[in-house]
T-cell receptor, first 114, second 113 residues
Framework: DTEVTQTPKHLVMGMTNKKSLKCEQH?????MYWYKQKAKKPPELMFV???????INESVPSRFSPECPNSSLLNLHLHALQPEDSALYLC?????????????FGSGTQLSVL | GDSVTQMEGPVTLSEEAFLTINCTYT??????LFWYVQYPGEGLQLLLK?????DKGSNKGFEATYRKETTSFHLEKGSVQVSDSAVYFC????????????FGKGTLLTVNP
C-alpha cells in the first residue's frame, strides 16, 4: 500500500461550522504534513508531525487545529473559517522527516467556505 | 533565502514534441533538487530528484541535470504524450529536514493530440 488517503474529497462549510479533514497512510511513515494549495499556486506548508509530535506550525491561525492520534492518522480540525480559507488541503507523508526523503501526497480535500 | 524560479506557463505542445521547462534556483549551501508533477484533481507526485552537482535524475522519460555552475535544473522530455498534461513544480531543499522544501510557482503543460 503506497497511498495516502484523504477524506472527504470535497467539503462545503459555513463560517460557523466545525468540520474535520482526515488523512491516513499505512506505509509506516513517521512524518506527516498538512499543506494548503490555492488555485494555480504551489503548496504552502502548514503543519508537520514528526514521530506523532507536532514539530512545525507555520504560523497558521488557530481556527486550524491539527491532531495526530497515531502514526497512521492525521486530522485537521476546522472551526470558524473564513472564505479566504477556501483551498485544496493536501496531506503528505514521508518515511522520516529527513531532507531527501520522498514525500507521498494524497489527492486532497477541496474546501469551500461560504 | 531560498527561492525557485520556473518558466511561466502555460506551455502547449503537440504530441511527440520536445519539452523543456526551465528552472533556476537560489539557495545557501548544497541543496537537493526535485521535480514534482500534479495531474488534474490529484496531489503532487515526485517525478525525479538530484542530490548533488552533475547528478541526473530521470523517470518516465523525463530527465533533469543538477547544474551548480548555472544554478539550474531544467526538465526535459524527448517526446511528450497527452497523458503528460499536468502542472510541474520545481523544488529545492537546502535544510536538514523535509519541511524546508521550497516550491516554484508551477508550470502548466498541455499536450494536444
Amino acid at each position: 500500500d503506497t497511498e495516502v488517503t484523504q477524506t472527504p474529497k470535497h467539503l462545503v462549510m459555513g463560517m460557523t461550522n466545525k468540520k474535520s479533514l482526515k488523512c491516513e497512510q499505512h506505509m509506516g511513515h513517521r512524518a506527516m504534513y498538512w499543506y494548503k494549495q490555492k488555485a494555480k499556486k504551489p503548496p504552502e506548508l502548514m503543519f508537520v508531525y514528526s514521530y506523532e509530535k507536532l514539530s512545525i506550525n507555520e504560523s497558521v491561525p488557530s481556527r486550524f487545529s491539527p491532531e495526530c492520534p497515531n502514526s497512521s492518522l492525521l486530522n485537521l480540525h476546522l472551526h470558524a473559517l473564513q472564505p479566504e480559507d477556501s483551498a485544496l488541503y493536501l496531506c503528505a507523508s514521508s518515511l522520516r522527516p529527513d531532507k531527501d526523503e520522498k514525500l507521498f501526497f494524497g489527492s486532497g480535500t477541496q474546501l469551500s467556505v461560504l | 533565502g531560498d527561492s525557485v524560479t520556473q518558466m511561466e506557463g502555460p506551455v502547449t505542445l503537440s504530441e511527440e514534441a520536445f519539452l523543456t521547462i526551465n528552472c533556476t534556483y537560489t539557495a545557501t549551501g548544497y541543496p537537493s533538487l526535485f521535480w514534482y508533477v500534479q495531474y488534474p484533481g490529484e496531489g503532487l507526485q515526485l517525478l525525479l530528484k538530484a542530490t548533488k552537482a552533475d547528478d541526473k535524475g530521470s523517470n518516465k522519460g523525463f530527465e533533469a541535470t543538477y547544474r551548480k555552475e548555472t544554478t539550474s535544473f531544467h526538465l526535459e522530455k524527448g517526446s511528450v504524450q497527452v497523458s503528460d498534461s499536468a502542472v510541474y513544480f520545481c523544488a529545492l531543499n537546502s535544510g536538514g529536514s523535509n519541511y524546508k522544501l521550497t516550491f516554484g510557482k508551477g508550470t502548466l503543460l498541455t499536450v494536444n493530440p
